[in-house]
């Protein structure tokens, strides 16, 4: 089960140490798993990121050097390499790897999804109250509400097959949120004041958009939510008795610098930019738990996660 929300910085956790972001489901998993403390993304945009982390190439190797690019449908994935071996593989979230317009968008089946059967997604889409997303046929199926709920639901009708189909599986689910903007569903919209907040030592106030304390007080609501979100796919792992057997690797894309060193965005090698959150949990495999400085990045994931199932590539 790998989850993976949009730019989500890898100091925004409790667990590393921001005692002002709530995120109880995201501590209760670290106590569980070994802790990469310093998870680095090794391209931190969105397309190649993802490119990476699904054939454990980098980006000018996985053919995703850069930002909205078609990943080649010859590349090999994870996804195609699980399934050889008689794994039952999905993709839920935005995908962000068919290349064009940045919109929501049909990805048909076939090469284009790259070895994922299970489908429910759109190519790319932060509108959060508006989403829409895809099956097998290109009739956009709209979403209610929040759209980090409707993500959820449909990883949980994936593991729902997954126990019915009585195989090994391999999930992808990659929320839109939390990256800006940071429209947020009731209950979550003034959760954080941001006069309260401490920003980092090395924020610089004065930017004319995006990085003031409000965009991280709508930032760590959205983590917060998400929080919530994580908590419900593990209980359903529970449910389904997938628990014990079951590698689960949270982390994200990239992360935002948010206003420190006086800059926004991602694209740029300092740390709130490159690190981002590594949990890797498997209570089968890894008994206990532990924190680990060990070098390791995005082009690890696949290379790591395959070896852990025992499959070759």
Not at 119 to 140: G, V
Request: charged share 25%; glycine share 10%.
């Amino acid at each position: 089960l790998f989850i993976m929300p949009d730019q989500w910085r890898g100091c925004d956790m409790g667990v590393a140490g921001n005692r002002e972001v709530r995120t109880p489901n995201l501590d209760r998993l670290a106590q569980e798993s070994v802790y990469f403390r310093s998870m680095t993304a090794n391209t931190p945009v969105c397309t190649p990121a993802r490119g990476i982390l699904l054939t454990g190439r980098y980006a000018h190797r996985a053919g995703t050097p850069v930002n909205d690019i078609h990943l080649p449908d010859e590349a090999t994935t994870i996804a195609e390499i699980l399934g050889r071996a008689g794994y039952y593989t999905g993709f839920v979230g935005k995908w962000h790897l068919e290349g064009g317009k940045r919109l929501p968008g049909f990805i048909p089946p076939g090469p284009r999804r790259q070895g994922f059967e299970f489908w429910a997604a759109n190519e790319c889409s932060h509108d959060y109250f508006k989403q829409q997303y895809f099956r097998d046929d290109p009739t956009p199926i709209p979403m209610k509400g929040y759209d980090a709920f409707t993500w959820t639901d449909l990883a949980l009708e994936f593991l729902d097959r997954a126990r019915e189909r009585r195989t090994p599986f391999c999930l992808y689910v990659q929320h839109p949120s939390p990256h800006n903007p940071y429209w947020l569903p009731p209950g979550y919209e003034d959760m954080y004041a941001p006069e309260r907040l401490s920003m980092r030592k090395n924020w610089r106030p004065g930017l004319k958009y995006a990085g003031a304390p409000k965009d991280i007080a709508g930032y760590y609501a959205a983590i917060t939510c998400l929080d919530a979100e994580v908590g419900r796919l593990l209980k359903r792992l529970d449910e389904a008795g997938f628990r014990d057997n079951t590698i689960v690797l949270f982390t994200s894309d990239h992360g935002d610098l948010l206003g420190s060193h006086g800059s926004i965005h991602k694209q740029k090698p300092w740390e709130e930019s490159v690190i981002v959150p590594g949990l890797l949990r498997w209570p089968a495999g890894l008994r206990r738990a532990f924190t680990s400085d060990a070098v390791f990045s995005h082009v690890d994931v696949v290379p790591t996660l395959l070896g852990l199932c025992g499959v070759k590539s």
